[in-house]
């Protein structure tokens, strides 16, 4: 039997939140552990083939193999886009305030 690791796959909406920890064989990529996690039963809301997903933050590719304690991320989609709307803010005269208020 080959080495393990420990790792976590993580998926947020605004109603509810999971992290999800998983023993996963070495070599394991991030695509696999989401797959493995249960994660995509329990929220069938996410579309598996263009779901963005990452490592703590930093987008990663879905061939990146993982390593002990990693916290794989499901990424939601973007509702709006932050430039566009920063634009619309600018073209209604609106100041941005520091982080981001207005």
Do not use: N
């Amino acid at each position: 039997m080959g080495e393990t690791i420990m790792v976590e796959v993580a998926y947020a909406r605004p109603d509810e939140q999971r992290i999800l920890e998983l023993e996963v064989d070495q070599g394991t990529t991030l695509e696999q552990a989401v797959e493995l996690s249960g994660v995509l039963d329990r929220f069938p809301e996410i579309e598996f083939e263009s779901a963005k997903m990452g490592i703590f933050g930093k987008s990663a590719r879905r061939d990146r193999v993982l390593q002990e304690r990693d916290r794989v991320e499901v990424y939601r989609p973007l509702i709006a886009d932050p430039k566009e709307v920063r634009r619309q803010r600018v073209a209604a005269g609106k100041k941005m305030k520091k982080g981001g208020d207005t």
